[in-house]
């Protein structure tokens, strides 16, 4: 188990991260988890992560309050509401830019959501990049007979709710809602890896009933389910549950590549010094 630690990133935002952090590297297929607030601004305050380039991996954002603009190379462009999630393959190179909305930056307002990196496989790295955007509504539900235990499922599958997303490689990735008194137990492959973090209150984790407290992570241990409760007491405990097949493969990785060998990561940087990328277009007003 894991706490995480705060840190700038961007432009100068503050996130929560449990993952890379010192005594967890790695959580193979998954690289890295951020929790992005939750922060109040005022206006003029909001800064966010302008232009930059991603190669070999995928991108994961979901939203919980606020709203983020993107734009990418692509000629992708939506904006990212409460409830919302984008999964962007970056795969052969792409550049994007994740902004607070307008009405955020000019307002204020409140910012909480996540984003996660997961690795894609050798075969798949220099695959055509995608963008995949799904609506709050479009985000399967599903909650247990007593209503103590709700879920979002973003991928994968549980309470007989199936993602409505496309993976390159089988995934999990799931918001749960554990109110005092939920138990269930949730299926999961067993060539899976699987860790929960926990962003609200607590949980319950596992046969034994380990306790994961708001801002830890922790590692899931072999088998092909685990068992989800909410505290006795206090609030609903909020919480993701991620898992996915390891890909066990070498990773090379610098900044916003993650390749397989030090000269792809070299191959990557060369790219993108010379527009193999692309760069986002712009007309007059947007900028």
Same mark, same amino acid.
């Given at each position: $188990?894991?706490?995480?630690?705060?840190?700038?990133?961007?432009?100068? #935002? *503050? *996130?929560?991260? =449990?993952?890379?952090?010192?005594?967890?590297?790695?959580?193979?297929?998954? !690289?890295?988890?951020?929790?992005?607030?939750? *922060?109040?601004?005022?206006?003029?305050?909001? /800064?966010?992560?302008?232009?930059?380039?991603?190669?070999?991996?995928?991108? *994961?954002?979901? $939203? !919980?309050?606020?709203? #983020?603009?993107?734009?990418d190379s692509a000629g992708h462009r939506g904006v990212i509401r409460p409830g919302d999630v984008q999964w962007m393959t970056a795969g052969a190179g792409i550049v994007h830019s994740e902004m607070p909305s307008r009405r955020i930056r000019d307002e204020g307002g409140r910012i909480h959501g996540f984003q996660i990196w997961v690795n894609l496989p050798a075969r798949d790295k220099m695959t055509r990049p995608r963008y995949q955007e799904v609506p709050s509504d479009r985000i399967p539900q599903a909650q247990s007979d007593d209503g103590r235990a709700r879920v979002r499922v973003i991928a994968g599958e549980a309470l007989?709710?199936?993602a409505v997303i496309d993976t390159h490689t089988p995934i999990v990735y %799931?918001?749960?809602?554990?109110?005092?008194?939920a138990d269930v137990t949730i299926p999961l492959a067993s060539d899976h890896q699987g860790l929960v973090y926990v962003f609200g209150g607590s949980a319950l984790v596992g046969d034994e009933a380990t306790e994961?407290?708001?801002? %830890?992570?922790? !590692?899931?241990?072999?088998?092909?389910?685990?068992? @989800?409760?909410?505290?006795?007491?206090?609030? &609903?405990?909020? $919480?993701? @549950?991620?898992?996915?097949?390891? !890909? &066990?493969?070498? /990773?090379?990785?610098?900044? =916003?590549?993650?390749?397989?060998?030090?000269?792809? /990561?070299? %191959? &990557? #940087?060369?790219?993108? %010094?010379?527009?193999?990328?692309?760069? /986002?277009?712009?007309? &007059?007003?947007?900028?």
């Open positions: $188990m894991v706490s995480a630690h705060r840190q700038r990133e961007g432009g100068g #935002f *503050v *996130v929560r991260r =449990p993952l890379p952090t010192d005594g967890l590297e790695l959580a193979d297929p998954f !690289l890295l988890l951020d929790e992005m607030g939750p *922060v109040e601004y005022g206006p003029g305050e909001a /800064i966010g992560a302008p232009d930059h380039p991603h190669r070999g991996f995928e991108t *994961v954002t979901y $939203m !919980l309050e606020g709203e #983020f603009e993107h734009e007989g709710a199936r %799931q918001d749960w809602t554990l109110a005092a008194g994961v407290r708001d801002g %830890q992570l922790a !590692l899931l241990g072999p088998g092909d389910a685990v068992r @989800l409760r909410g505290a006795a007491t206090g609030e &609903a405990g909020r $919480m993701l @549950l991620l898992a996915g097949v390891p !890909l &066990a493969e070498p /990773i090379a990785r610098y900044g =916003p590549f993650v390749m397989n060998t030090d000269e792809e /990561i070299r %191959q &990557a #940087f060369r790219d993108y %010094q010379t527009g193999r990328m692309g760069e /986002i277009t712009r007309t &007059a007003e947007r900028v």
